[in-house]
């Protein structure tokens, strides 16, 4: 198992521990190399094909790429991007330039994001081979 699955599972057991099983649509993850999922629920399954899932994580990946220049820009560091659409929101981090997890959840659950943002980023902190690297201010 790689790093990211590995902090990608993590996340997972914390949601499901913190939220449910209910609101849970999926969690993925990416790296330089590959996007994969470690969970997606069964209406996720139904509704996107696996490829389109895969574009929608690489989609994510490639605007959290970027994240160093708002970091620059609003000097501080950019901890998830959060997309809010009609019935679900994801919920993305990243943790370097070329890796990140996002998670999707229907907009009906009881959660705080910001909650599940910190808990994620706490997994990643506990991961000894997975560093967040903020960029540097100034």
Known sequence: MGDMEQ???DVLAFIRDEVGEEPLLGVSYFTGEEVDHVYQSEWATE????EEVDKIVRDLQLESLGYGAYEQRQKS??????????EMLD????INDREGVAV?????GDYSIRKIVDR????????HDVERIPVTHG
């Open 77 to 86: 560091q950019l901890h998830a991007t959060v997309r809010i659409y009609d």
């Open 104 to 108: 999707a959840l229907d907009l009906t």
């Open 120 to 127: 994620i980023e706490e997994t990643v902190l506990e991961s």
């Open 7 to 9: 902090v990608a599972e």
């Open 47 to 50: 509704t996107y094909e696996r």
């Open 91 to 94: 919920i993305t981090i990243p």
